[in-house]
């Protein structure tokens, strides 16, 4: 199993004497299941069901903020991951990162967020692909792929002792 938090602390990302104590893989909504499919499939067919399922996803979860009360905007706008990435608990902040596509290193911080900005995170288990579904105090919300296999008790443990809940289904 690849040890993302090594990754980040010997990437030099955090500010000085920043300590890291959990760390997901993560991409934006639908983007492993897309790249699976236009691989598996491939060509222009697989370009185009990629395309399809995106749009029902993007429905579905519209649906879904609508009934939650999820806000339209807010402290979510700030997530522009376009590829895979990481979210990190450090003992500061919540910080999400780019991924380098050849070395899997995280390349620069894209975001990063105070604990009191995050009200809860909910992950969600699946075969593959999970959904990390990070709510903000503000009531908007960012979902999250993440695949399975990773130390999700450890992310559960880190933001608990620092008062954010974090559930795992």
Known sequence: MVNHLKKLQKADLLDPGEVASAVL???PSGNTMRMGTAAGVGGLVGVATGAA???RREKREAEEDAAAGVAESGLAD???LTGNGYLAVTDRRWVLLSHGTV???PKEVVAT???GDVAAVE???AKLVGKARVRFRDGSA???DAPRGQKFDDLVAAAGALGTTVTVS
Do not use: M, N, P, Y
Request: aromatic share 10%.
């Open 113 to 115: 967020f105070d604990h």
């Open 25 to 27: 893989f993560v991409a």
């Open 142 to 144: 960012v979902t999250l």
């Open 53 to 55: 399922l995106d749009k």
């Open 78 to 80: 700030q997530v522009a």
């Open 103 to 105: 070395s899997g290193k």
């Open 123 to 125: 992950i969600t288990k």
